[in-house]
Nanobody, 131 residues
Framework: QVHLVDSGGDSVQVGGSLRLSCTAS??????????MAWFRQAPGKEREGVAS????????GYADSVKGRFTISHDNAKKTTYLQMDSLNPDDTAIYYC??????????????????????WGQGTQVTVSS
């Protein structure tokens, strides 16, 4: 069982930055939970994928809306996945959730991301961007 804890959400001004963290209570690098991703859901909108990372290969993927502004990364020692968010705008306002699952290869991780097919989810952290 994997327990994910999201944190780092806050209220910021347009153009500001935030770094979200997702820490796993249990993680085995060599076998499971090596595909991590961030999703978000704004009020009245469907959940959308933001970024993913296949940890063994460090292969990343991003939604077009955040490319060049957001960066996903992972620290094995800390069992933590980060989402660095720069140049924030009001459209980034949402609850952000991290998710974890297993994938033998990067392509499977990418497929999981676009299908939103993850077995473990964090509780969410609120990001609010105001002008």
């Amino acid at each position: 069982q994997v327990h994910l804890v999201d944190s780092g959400g806050d209220s910021v001004q347009v153009g500001g930055s935030l770094r979200l963290s997702c820490t796993a209570s249990e993680y085995t690098y060599s076998s499971n939970y090596n595909c991590m991703a961030w999703f978000r859901q704004a009020p009245g909108k469907e959940r959308e994928g933001v970024a993913s990372i296949h940890i063994p290969t460090e292969t990343t993927g991003y939604a077009d809306s955040v490319k060049g502004r957001f960066t996903i990364s992972h620290d094995n020692a800390k069992k933590t996945t980060y989402l660095q968010m720069d140049s924030l705008n009001p459209d980034d306002t949402a609850i952000y959730y991290c998710a974890a699952d297993s994938s033998r290869v990067a392509a499977v991780c990418s497929s999981r991301f676009w299908a939103q097919s993850f077995g473990y989810w964090g509780q969410g952290t609120q990001v609010t961007v105001s002008s």
